[in-house]
Structure formats: C-alpha cells, structure tokens
C-alpha cells in the first residue's frame, strides 16, 4: 500500500508563491502515472499539473507559465511549485500515483489514480 503526505500548503497573497511537496512511502520505481490535483467544496477535483510518463510533463491551462511539477529521482518525492499565485488557485491540493504509466489523453482524469494523499490547503488572498 502506497502512502502519500502533502505538506507545504499556507495562506498567501496574490502573486506569491509556495512550494508543495508529497512524499510517497514505499517509494515507487516503475515511474507510474502521478500528479498533483485540487478541489474546491462543491466541485470536482480537477488535475493542475501530470507526469504521465517519464520526463513528460502536462499542466492544465489555468496554470501553464506559473506552476512546475517535478519528482525526485528515487521514487520517494513528487512537489509542485506554484508562482504568480492568484485567488482562484485557492483550493484543497492532493497528490496522486496510479499504479502503471498512462497515457496523456487519461491523464488528467482522476479515476484512473490508486493512492491519494489527505490534501494540503491553499489560499491565495488579494
């Protein structure tokens, strides 16, 4: 059983930045389909920001420009730092990690992910 703990939410001003981090216990080494997801109450959780595969990147288009994803080379860490934060990035923000690599076309769909982490707050004031 995969185990993921987010960390490195807080509550910012607009144009601020904060750095995101889920550390993924035991780690994986088949380099797995893993993201970062948000939720609003009410809403569905959206995907930010996908490594499908290895060394490929997708990030939705509300936040393309600001936010990076990135993950260790040992399996054991996935962050994302987010930049030029705006109101509307205020939300609940989870990782993800599917069991197998996906392809980019189901990527941003959060059925297809396995594990979950509880989810970091973020709140962008203005």
């Known amino acids: 059983q995969v185990q993921l703990v987010e960390s490195g939410g807080g509550s910012v001003p607009a144009g601020g930045s904060l750095r995101l981090s889920c550390t993924i216990s035991?780690?994986?080494?088949?380099?797995?389909?893993m993201g970062w997801f948000r939720q609003l109450p009410g809403r569905e959780r959206e995907g930010v920001a996908i490594i499908p595969t290895l060394a490929t990147f997708r990030y939705a288009d509300s936040v393309k420009g600001r936010f990076t994803i990135s993950s260790d080379n040992a399996g054991n860490a996935l962050y994302l730092q987010m930049d030029n934060l705006k109101p509307e990035d205020t939300a609940m923000y989870y990782c993800a990690v599917a069991n197998r690599v996906c392809s980019v076309s189901s990527s941003f769909s959060p059925t297809i992910y396995a594990y979950w982490g509880q989810g970091t707050q973020v709140t962008v004031f203005s």
């Open positions: 035991p780690a994986i080494n088949n380099n797995p389909c």
